[in-house]
């Protein structure tokens, strides 16, 4: 069964930081690009980043670029995002995923965690 184990997450004050971190099981992500998305209730998904699986290419959103930085251990089978200076517009459920090039249905996804920026 192949699984994608989020941690990290938590309640932080603005300009704090937080580590998102998922752990993936029953695959090796060598050959995955993996990445995260935002979700807030009453606003579409967002791809917040994502890292490649072979040239380690990244992609930011506009929003977090300078803030947030991606990374990957592939010798682990594990990905990261350190999140700094969090803004409570960072606010939102973030999900991992692993894609292998196929569509979406058949991404790896991790569980969610809630992350809050609040003062």
């Known amino acids: 069964q192949l699984q994608f184990v989020e941690s990290g997450g938590g309640s932080v004050q603005p300009g704090g930081s937080l580590r998102l971190s998922c752990a993936a099981s029953g695959f090796t992500l060598d050959r995955y690009t993996v990445g995260w998305f935002r979700q807030v209730p009453g606003t579409a998904r967002e791809g917040v980043s994502c890292?490649?699986?072979?040239?380690?290419?990244?992609f930011y959103h506009d929003s977090v670029k300078g803030r947030f930085t991606i990374s990957r251990d592939n010798a682990k089978n594990t990905v990261n995002l350190e999140m700094n200076n969090l803004k409570p517009e960072d606010t939102g459920v973030y999900y991992c995923?692993?894609?292998?090039?196929?569509?979406?249905?058949?991404?790896?996804w991790g569980q969610g965690t809630q992350v809050t920026v609040s003062s």
């Open positions: 995923y692993a894609g292998d090039g196929r569509p979406e249905e058949y991404y790896v």
């Open positions: 890292i490649g699986s072979l040239d380690r290419s990244t």
